[in-house]
Structures are given as C-alpha cells and as structure tokens.
C-alpha cells in the first residue's frame, strides 16, 4: 500500500525538466542524425534506457520513446548498410528495451506511462519488424500484455486508485486502444496462420465492446480493430465470417458515422477474404452499400463504401452486376457537386 502512494507522489522542478529534455533530445537527434550519431549511440543509449526506471512519470515516458527511436535508428541503418556489427548492436539494444517495455506494461502503476511503453512497442513493431519478435519470449509476452490489458488485468488497472471514476474509464478506454493498435501489427508479422489462435482469444473481448449499450467510442475502436486485424490476417479470416458477417451488416447503418464507416471498411475487407463463402452475398451488400451512399454525406463513409466496392470486384468480379456499378463514378460527382 505504501508503494501504491509513493508511485502517486508528483514532483515537478527545473531538475526534472532538464532530464526530460535531455532524453528528449537525444531521442530526436537518434532519430533524425542516423549513422552519424553512431559515435555516442552506446553512452546515449545506456543513459536514457537507466532513465525508463526513473521514479517519476514525465522522465520515464520521454526516455521510452527515446530508446525506441534509438532502435528504429540502428535498424535503419542496419537497412541501409547491413554489417554484422550493427546487427549484433541492434539485437543486443531490442534486448534491453522490449523486455524492458514488457517489464514496465506489466507492472507500472501509472496509465500514462503504460501507454507510452504500448505505443514505443507499436512503433518499433510497426518500423522495425521481425527483429522485435526475435527477442526471445517476446511474442507470447507482448500477446499476454495485450491480453492482461483487453481484460483489465494490468497493475495500472488496479481498482484501488486516486483517480475518479470517470478519469479512469477515459485511461482505461486509451490504455485498450494502445493495446489495439498492437493486434493487427502483430497479425502481419506472424502472419494470419499462426496469429489465427490469438484472434480467437481477443476476438471475444472485441465483442463484448460491440453491445447495443457499448458507447460510440467502444464500438468505434473495435469494430476499427477487428478490421484493421483481418486484413493483417488476410485469407484466414474466412474462419470468421459466420460470426462477423451479420455483426458487420447491422453495424455498417449504426447512427453515428465513425462506426458506420470502420464498418464498411470492415464489411470490404471480410469480403474480400471471405473465398468463396460469401458469394450469395454479394448483390445484397453491394444494394445495401448503394442505399447507404444514397443518402451518406460524409466522405470518410463514401470512401469507405467506394472501397468496398472496389474490394468486391477484385475478388469476384463475376459476382456483381458490373453495369451498376460502372455507375458509381457518375453518381459520386453527381453527389459531390
């Protein structure tokens, strides 16, 4: 109890200040210098990772992405010039640092902070790729996290907390979308095949966000996440289609036009990878795509519908009535001027 009021402690003072900036900078001038910041990578790097243990929470986030942008660095580099040495540097810094992230996503009581180490990871997922999962234990791990963060299992997820009510659950919804952003990332690196398995586990928490009283936001964020996870996924993602076909078909009329339009992108890319499954169903989507764009004026919803469309006929063209939708290109400069 006692370390639960001694993480809630706030100090603030030019001394603190100066560490911030000083990761900061580092960080940056990693991130945009390449090679020629090489001479003081090492001291830089063993600095600033000392400081993601530092007590307070605005040295810790900043040294966070600093020694992500440091990785994102080296792999660059590696990239462009491949050698040995580089390779071995950057295997022995994504050591450090995802265990490290892992370490902080895991136990850390501060939301923001978990935040910061989810959203470094997703970026080093994202521009660094399979070396991040080379570490050892490292995809089971970060999976787990995730997990632990979908079910509000995390040390910052503790109930016991200062924060008021409505404080928490604005966290909490951030801390899942963090932890969102890091599914479909990790899709496309292990590729749909053996990520099939981890779909099925956080598809259930996904669901449960896509109730008739979920809120606007939480119907939003998973019917985007499951979108953006199946298309990682590509062609396995047949295995849901009973499931998410009808879910995706309601949701694409929903009342408000971010979750009507993650939906529609979400019905295309299930479409597209859907084989042969959802062939007697093709027309129906397509007259119900057209009904929507009928009466749609927002443009993020048109986009989405055009690509669906789009998706549809490269899959199976034969499918669909062709001379309709040819007309589309005259109806959407009809309906935007």
């Known amino acids: 109890m006692l370390k639960f009021f001694i993480n809630r402690i706030s100090v603030e003072n030019a001394y603190l200040d100066e560490k911030e900036d000083a990761c900061c900078a580092l960080g940056e001038l990693a991130g945009n210098a390449g090679s020629i910041f090489f001479p003081y990578l090492e001291q830089s790097f063993g600095v600033v990772l000392e400081m993601a243990n530092y007590p307070t929470p605005g040295v810790k986030k900043t040294a966070l992405v600093a020694v992500g942008n440091m990785c994102i660095c080296v792999h660059k580099a590696n990239t462009q010039n491949a050698s040995e040495e580089i390779n071995t540097v950057l295997t022995n810094m994504l050591q450090s640092v995802v265990r490290r992230i892992l370490e902080i996503v895991q136990e850390?009581?501060?939301?923001?902070?978990?935040?910061?180490?989810?959203?470094?990871?997703?970026?080093?997922?994202?521009?660094?790729?399979?070396?991040?999962?080379?570490?050892?234990?490292?995809?089971?791990?970060?999976?787990?996290?995730?997990?632990?963060?979908?079910?509000?299992?995390?040390?910052?997820?503790?109930?016991?907390?200062?924060?008021?009510?409505?404080?928490?659950?604005?966290?909490?919804g951030m801390l899942i979308e963090s932890a969102g952003d890091v599914l479909p990332a990790m899709a496309k690196l292990l590729g749909g095949d053996i990520f099939l398995p981890f779909f099925r586990s956080f598809l259930v928490d996904l669901l449960k966000r896509l109730k008739e009283t979920s809120s606007v936001a939480e119907k939003s964020f998973a019917v985007g996440t499951l979108a953006e996870t199946l298309l990682a996924c590509g062609q396995v993602s047949v295995n849901f289609v009973d499931q998410l076909y009808p879910l995706f078909?309601?949701?694409?009329r929903d009342e408000d036009e971010e979750v009507r339009s993650n939906s529609i992108f979400a019905i295309g890319v299930l479409m597209a990878n859907s084989g042969d499954k959802l062939l007697l169903h093709y027309t129906q989507v397509l007259k119900t795509l057209f009904a929507i764009l009928n009466k749609e004026g927002n443009p993020r919803v048109i986009d989405n519908i055009c690509a669906a469309t789009c998706r549809m006929i490269t899959t199976h063209k034969s499918a669909l009535p062709l001379e309709q939708v040819c007309m589309l290109d005259y109806f959407l400069n009809f309906k935007m001027y």
């Open 249 to 252: 078909m309601k949701m694409i």
């Open 108 to 172: 850390d009581t501060d939301r923001t902070v978990v935040m910061t180490a989810i959203d470094t990871l997703y970026e080093m997922l994202e521009k660094i790729g399979r070396p991040v999962l080379d570490v050892q234990g490292a995809t089971g791990a970060i999976l787990a996290r995730m997990k632990e963060a979908f079910t509000n299992k995390l040390s910052c997820q503790d109930e016991d907390t200062l924060e008021d009510d409505d404080q928490q659950a604005e966290f909490d």
